[in-house]
């Protein structure tokens, strides 16, 4: 494999990561990962634009002169007829599969994907989701009495190490509710 190469994967695998999805099998992160904190993620998500200039580059760190910025996609956002196209599912399923959702129009429409820490976040700053201390390094993200009445299931587990977490699992109510809310999300991510 080249040094252009592994970079390439390097870039994937970090913006993978800040989307809650484990680079190596697919699979959405647990809810309590390190990697859906919204510091990581915008951290992980800042190394990927270097590692793309490197690329861009011609594989160096050094910066041509003059350098332009580089183009970053504009802000997300989904056309009309594409949120007629949303689809729910009546299996319970992760915030980052509701991203996915979200996202299936991005490359269309060229614009920057949501992140389900973005959307996290979201539904933190409505009261849908709280923050609680479990012990961890970062606390638990669980669903407020609100959010339990629009759906948003939030389960214990443990993890491989034999330490707790939750994780929230949103039934078909509560995907709808994230959908019809989409204009509210977009607003929320323009206000950070």
């Known amino acids: 494999m080249t040094e252009r190469e592994r970079m390439h994967y390097a870039k994937q695998y970090l913006e993978q990561m800040a ?3 484990n680079p190596l099998n697919g699979a959405p992160v647990s809810s309590d990962d390190l990697v859906r904190d ?12 270097i590692v793309s200039a490197v690329l861009d580059n011609g594989g160096t ?5 003059p350098r332009e910025r580089k183009h970053r996609k504009p ?12 689809q729910t599912t009546d299996a319970p399923i992760y915030v980052s599969d509701i991203a996915d959702e979200l996202n299936r129009f991005s490359k269309e429409n060229d614009c920057r994907k949501l992140t389900a820490a973005k959307l996290n976040l979201w539904l933190l ?18 669903a407020t ?22 994780r929230n699992l949103y039934t078909e109510t509560a995907q709808q ?3 019809d809310n989409i204009d ?3 607003a929320f991510l323009e206000q950070e």
Not at 38 to 49: E, F, G, M, S
Not at 61 to 65: C, F, R, T, V, Y
Not at 145 to 166: M, N, T, V, W, Y
């Open 184 to 186: 509210g999300i977009i």
């Open 125 to 142: 700053s409505i009261g849908m989701l709280e923050e609680q201390d479990i012990g961890r390094k970062t606390p638990a993200k669980i």
């Open 19 to 21: 989307s809650g999805i």
């Open 145 to 166: 009495s609100a959010g339990e009445q629009i759906g948003i299931r939030s389960e214990e587990a443990i993890d491989g190490k034999g330490q707790p977490f939750f």
């Open 38 to 49: 919204p510091h990581i993620a915008n951290c992980l998500l800042y190394v990927a634009d």
């Open 75 to 86: 802000a997300y956002f989904i056309t009309e007829g594409q949120r007629s196209l949303l």
């Open 177 to 179: 509710f994230v959908l």
């Open 61 to 65: 760190e050094e910066q041509p002169e």
